[in-house]
């Protein structure tokens, strides 16, 4: 029997009653739960049940955070998404690369399969067959909960609460990190962090940092390894932004050209 620790005679009374009026057929249930769902949609989540769990997840939070508490329910949230594909985070009315603060107005596109020789794209806005390539969903007073795909789908970050996680392993978790990412090709996804407190570029209002210096992060999805990379006392990294040439990963200091400060290999 579900027990409460919190509740007042009103609420006690409420669930009483409803726990003594007859089920509802099936039917019933179900034209309420699917109400929102589009029928492309539907078609879809017959193929995935990632996406069935995850629209369940989604549209029945409060459910499940009076089931297991909010901490337990990110975590089997950001499970679920880690294996997610564009379509199941669609199909759950995330908001997309198109327009992030709706669901999708497509469906009958977006929830086509990919054509083919689609799958090299770095980015991809619908409507588009398969889906976008970034998805937001807006949950509580969070930040928004933002879902990534590599080119051609092959890794997710995900991020929440300026959290990052991809593949579901979490990433950087000791640093500040910024509340936006990016896939920079099918295997590197870079997001800025906050600068060393230390460099003499580095600015303060009131004794707090305002990160004018960043840091950054690089994960290669590839190889499930993560580099964070630091400011040194010459490297005045205000944005810091990585270009992949060939065989290597240029980082310059802002996004307005000139000369890298460091060459990492890629291996």
Same mark, same amino acid.
């Given at each position: 029997?579900?027990?409460?620790?919190?509740?007042?005679?009103?609420?006690?009374?409420?669930?009483?009653?409803?726990?003594?009026?007859?089920?509802?057929?099936?039917?019933?249930?179900?034209?309420?739960?699917?109400?929102?769902?589009?029928?492309?949609?539907?078609?879809?989540?017959?193929?995935?049940?990632?996406?069935?769990?995850?629209?369940?997840?989604?549209?029945?939070?409060?459910?499940?955070?009076?089931?297991?508490?909010?901490?337990?329910?990110?975590?089997?949230?950001?499970?679920?998404?880690?294996?997610?594909?564009?379509?199941?985070?669609?199909?759950?009315?995330?908001?997309?690369?198109?327009?992030?603060?709706?669901?999708?107005?497509?469906?009958?596109?977006?929830?086509?399969?990919?054509?083919?020789? $689609?799958?090299?794209? %770095?980015? &991809?806005? /619908?409507? @588009?067959?398969?889906?976008?390539?970034?998805?937001? *969903?807006?949950?509580? +007073?969070?930040?928004?909960?933002?879902?990534?795909?590599?080119?051609?789908?092959?890794?997710?970050?995900?991020?929440?609460?300026?959290?990052?996680?991809?593949?579901?392993?979490?990433?950087?978790?000791?640093?500040?990190?910024?509340?936006?990412?990016?896939?920079?090709?099918?295997?590197?996804?870079?997001?800025?962090?906050?600068?060393?407190?230390?460099?003499?570029?580095?600015?303060?209002?009131?004794?707090?940092?305002?990160?004018?210096?960043?840091?950054?992060?690089?994960?290669?999805?590839?190889?499930?390894?993560?580099?964070?990379?630091?400011?040194?006392?010459?490297?005045?990294? $205000?944005?810091?932004? %990585?270009? &992949?040439? /060939?065989? @290597?990963?240029?980082?310059?200091?802002?996004?307005? *050209?000139?000369?890298? +400060?460091?060459?990492?290999?890629?291996?």
């Amino acid at each position: 029997m579900f027990r409460f620790r919190k509740k007042d005679a009103d609420d006690r009374t409420r669930i009483d009653r409803a726990l003594r009026r007859p089920r509802e057929p099936d039917y019933v249930r179900a034209a309420l739960k699917w109400r929102l769902l589009d029928d492309p949609w539907r078609s879809w989540l017959r193929r995935s049940d990632a996406g069935v769990d995850l629209f369940n997840r989604w549209h029945e939070a409060g459910e499940h955070v009076a089931l297991l508490g909010e901490a337990a329910y990110r975590e089997q949230l950001v499970r679920t998404l880690s294996r997610a594909v564009p379509r199941d985070c669609a199909a759950a009315r995330f908001g997309c690369t198109r327009r992030m603060d709706r669901a999708c107005r497509n469906p009958e596109i977006c929830a086509q399969d990919p054509l083919p020789g $689609t799958g090299a794209a %770095v980015h &991809r806005e /619908g409507p @588009v067959p398969g889906g976008c390539d970034h998805y937001v *969903g807006w949950w509580g +007073d969070s930040y928004g909960l933002r879902v990534a795909f590599s080119a051609g789908d092959r890794h997710r970050a995900v991020q929440w609460d300026r959290k990052l996680w991809i593949d579901g392993a979490p990433i950087a978790a000791e640093q500040s990190l910024d509340e936006y990412g990016a896939w920079l090709d099918e295997r590197f996804f870079v997001i800025l962090a906050e600068g060393p407190d230390d460099h003499p570029d580095q600015a303060y209002i009131w004794d707090s940092p305002v990160s004018a210096i960043r840091s950054l992060v690089v994960h290669d999805a590839d190889r499930a390894a993560t580099l964070v990379l630091v400011p040194t006392a010459g490297e005045r990294w $205000t944005n810091p932004t %990585v270009v &992949r040439d /060939g065989d @290597v990963l240029l980082v310059h200091p802002d996004r307005d *050209g000139g000369a890298a +400060d460091r060459t990492l290999p890629v291996y």
